[in-house]
C-alpha cells in the first residue's frame, strides 16, 4: 500500500491555471476509474471531496475544478484560480486490494 | 450528512482508546464507513473499511492487528477500538462515509489521539 506520489507544492496567480499530478501503478489509478480529490484548507480539519470518478464533480464544487486521467497519473486542474483554493490537496484511489490510497498531499499556493 | 467522531485523548506508548462515530443525516445502515488519519505535518492515511453489515472488514498493513473496527446500525455508529497504541499513531482520526468504490464522500471533524509518555 504504497502512497500515491503528488508534487509537494504548486504554485499560481489569480486567474492562472495549475495542475496537480498523481501518480500510482496499475493496481491503483491506472486498473480502476476510482480515483478521487480532496481540499484540505487546514490540517486537522475535515477534507472535502472535489472530485470523484477520476472527473466527476460532486454538487456544489465550481466548474473550475476538473479532473482526468493518463496511464497511471491522474490529475487535478484548477482554472481562474481564487484565493480561497489556496489549501492542501491529496488524490486518492482504489486498489487491487479492495482497499483505498491516498497521495502524500500538494500545497497550492496562490501568490 | 454528519459525523461526530469522539474518545480521542492522551494515552501512553502501549495504551488503548476506543473512538466512537454517530453518524446523522443519511441512511446509516445502507452504507460503508471509513477511518482515515492524519500524522502531524503529513498527509492522510486510510486505516480501516467496514461494509454497512459488517460483512467484510479491511484494516492497513500499519493498523492490522492492534485495531479493530466495528459498528452498531441501530446506534448509527461505529468504532474504531486502537491497542498497543505506538508514538507513531498519534494523530488526528476522521471517521468518513464511503460514498462507492472512489472512496470517502463525506469527513467527521477528526478527533486527536496523542501517545506520549
Known amino acids: 500500500q504504497s502512497a500515491l506520489t503528488q508534487p509537494a507544492s504548486v504554485s499560481g496567480s489569480p486567474g492562472q491555471s495549475i495542475t496537480i499530478s498523481c501518480s500510482g501503478t496499475s493496481s491503483d489509478v491506472g486498473g480502476y476509474n476510482y480515483v478521487s480529490w480532496y481540499q484540505q484548507h487546514h490540517p486537522g480539519k475535515a477534507p472535502r471531496l472535489m472530485i470523484?470518478?477520476?472527473?466527476n464533480r460532486p454538487s456544489g464544487v465550481s466548474n473550475r475544478f476538473s479532473g482526468s486521467k493518463s496511464g497511471n497519473t491522474a490529475s487535478l486542474t484548477i482554472s481562474g484560480l481564487q484565493a480561497e483554493d489556496e489549501a492542501d490537496y491529496y488524490c486518492?484511489?482504489?486498489?487491487?486490494?479492495?482497499?483505498?490510497?491516498f497521495g502524500g498531499g500538494t500545497k497550492l499556493t496562490v501568490l | 450528512v454528519q459525523l461526530v467522531e469522539s474518545g480521542g485523548g492522551l494515552v501512553q506508548p502501549g495504551g488503548s482508546l476506543r473512538l466512537s462515530c454517530v453518524a446523522s443525516g443519511f441512511n446509516f445502515n445502507s452504507y460503508s464507513m471509513n477511518w482515515v488519519r492524519q500524522a502531524p505535518g503529513k498527509g492522510l492515511e486510510w486505516l480501516s473499511y467496514i461494509t454497512s453489515t459488517s460483512s467484510t472488514i479491511y484494516y492497513a498493513d500499519s493498523v492490522r492487528g492492534r485495531f479493530t473496527v466495528s459498528r452498531d446500525n441501530a446506534k448509527n455508529s461505529v468504532w474504531l477500538q486502537m491497542n498497543s497504541l505506538r508514538d507513531e499513531d498519534t494523530a488526528v482520526y476522521y471517521c468518513a462515509k464511503v460514498g462507492g468504490p472512489y472512496g470517502v464522500d463525506y469527513w467527521g471533524q477528526g478527533t486527536q489521539v496523542t501517545v506520549s509518555s
Open positions: 470523484y470518478d477520476v472527473s
Open positions: 486518492s484511489s482504489y486498489t487491487s486490494s479492495s482497499v483505498w490510497v
